[in-house]
């Protein structure tokens, strides 16, 4: 999705706004998936954790430009982070 993204700010001019938000849809919409493969919720959890580091490095490094412009708060760190606790939940 993060590929997807990418290619679509860089090639087809798509703004960071609406590639920001095709991304947080997209990995909202991963918690069905993973309530489908996943019997417990201690297993189903850690792709969802594991992106709470993966987004602060993307964000810091400014590495995916569709997910984080120069001047974007962290905020897809802060989605990753509130999807993993409401899964807790």
């Not at 960071?16 to 959890?45: C, E, H, P, Y």
């Amino acid at each position: 999705m993060l590929a997807i993204a990418e290619l679509c700010h860089r090639f087809l001019s798509i703004s960071t706004d609406i590639t920001r938000k095709i991304i947080n849809v997209g990995a909202g919409m991963w918690v069905l998936g993973i309530l489908w493969l996943f019997d417990s919720w201690q297993i189903g959890i850690i792709p969802f954790a594991s992106f709470i580091g993966i987004n602060y490095l993307l964000y810091r490094d400014r590495l995916i430009k569709a997910m984080d412009s120069d001047e974007s708060s962290p905020g897809t760190v802060y989605f990753a982070i509130s999807v993993t606790l409401s899964f807790m939940l």
